[in-house]
């Protein structure tokens, strides 16, 4: 079988160099009679920190959809995806080779009527960590909660459940050898969940100065997810004539998000990059997301990282092209330190040693 060979410089170091790919491995000894596969600047897979596959508009969707989904984003390159949670079993995706590796939360878990219609398990405080420990076992490794959402009875985002519920439900995880990630939009969540040791916050628009401190300290990771929490406007305006205090929240919260995203990255958070694909957002937008972190004010190089080595090496895979790390990469016609554009066009995208796309 004929040895593929990829040329160029091989990011994050940049070095440029010949990469040939023996038995879905990377390795940099010469290979002979090899064929050139493609050249130009060559990026590790890129990891899409928060997406939903399985998940659209109206809850879960059929198998077909699915491979629909995951193709979308592995064809932009994104070949690592950590579901933030979805109520379709995709566990088959883990049997497919030409799909994107997949690291599944399992099923949202929220409060009782306080989330979007069919997304996730609904349940009361004194079932909390139950489902937990249960999503735990069903997941990759992580579980996925709803911090907080709009109350009906308070008319403005509310913690979904008590502090000393969440701190059990995050106990139970961690025995059963899972991380914890959770949706969190406004303020109020946020120090329970931090103080009970949560591994991860999605969205985190309600975070204070001396919390993202305790963050960075602690080594709990950020994922903002700024594509949707630009909607944020959109979302005051449909709720603002039955709940004036939520929009007013919603509206506060946008007001402040870049600064709040800087506060974050300046005490050192670990940021990743999410496209919340799935859901009501679509899949195979990690550059948009990527993008849309720039325009806000984080460098280049740090985002690239973070949807790419930093983030590999979060979620327990090689972080760079190392001698036999799998051949997991994108090949680019341009640098994308210095025109992330090129990320929407990847010239070649190889995983698991094979041309996908
Ligand atoms: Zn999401």
Same mark, same amino acid.
């Given at each position: ?59 879960? /969707? ?65 079932? #909390? ?16 909660? /709803? ?61 204070? /100065? ?83 972190? /720039? ?55 190889? #995983? ?6």
């Amino acid at each position: 079988m004929t040895v593929l060979r990829f040329s160029g410089p091989v990011l994050p170091d940049g070095e440029t160099r010949e990469l040939y790919v023996v038995d879905g491995r990377v390795t940099y000894e010469k290979q002979a009679g090899s064929e050139l596969a493609g050249s130009g600047w060559i990026v590790p897979g890129l990891v899409d920190a928060h997406n939903h596959l399985g998940l659209e508009d109206h809850g879960a /969707v059929g198998d077909d959809e699915v491979e629909r989904q995951a193709v979308l984003d592995r064809d932009t390159g994104v070949l690592l995806l950590r579901d933030c949670g979805s109520p379709a079993d995709t566990r088959w995706v883990h049997e497919r080779e030409d799909l994107p590796r997949l690291i599944r939360a399992g099923r949202h878990i929220a409060r009782t009527k306080r989330y979007i219609r069919n997304y996730a398990h609904e349940v009361e405080p004194e079932d #909390l960590t139950a489902y937990v420990a249960r999503e735990a076992r069903a997941g990759d490794g992580w579980v996925k909660l /709803v911090g907080d959402w709009i109350s009906r009875e308070t008319g403005d985002l509310a913690p979904s459940f008590p502090e000393d519920a969440f701190a059990a439900a995050i106990a139970a995880a961690h025995e059963a050898g899972a991380r914890v990630t959770a949706h969190c939009f406004g303020p109020d969540v946020l120090q329970g969940l931090l103080n009970a040791g949560i591994d991860c916050i999605e969205h985190g628009t309600g975070l204070a /100065v001396d919390q993202v401190e305790q963050m960075a300290a602690a080594g709990v990771a950020l994922v903002p997810t700024v594509m949707q929490t630009a909607k944020f406007p959109g979302f005051a305006d449909a709720g603002r004539e039955k709940f004036p205090d939520y929009a007013a929240t919603m509206e506060d919260l946008y007001a402040r998000r870049r600064e709040t995203l800087m506060s974050a990255y300046e005490a050192g958070v670990a940021l990743y990059v999410g496209s919340d694909g799935g859901g009501v957002a679509r899949h195979g937008e990690l550059a948009g997301e990527i993008e849309a972190m /720039v325009d806000l004010g984080l460098p280049a190089d740090y985002v690239l990282g973070a949807a790419s080595w930093r983030a590999r090496a979060w979620l327990g895979w090689n972080a760079g092209l190392d001698e036999g790390a799998p051949a997991d990469f994108v090949v680019l016609d341009r640098n994308p330190l210095e025109d992330l554009s090129v990320l929407r066009t990847p010239a070649r995208v190889v #995983l698991r040693g094979r041309v996908v796309a």
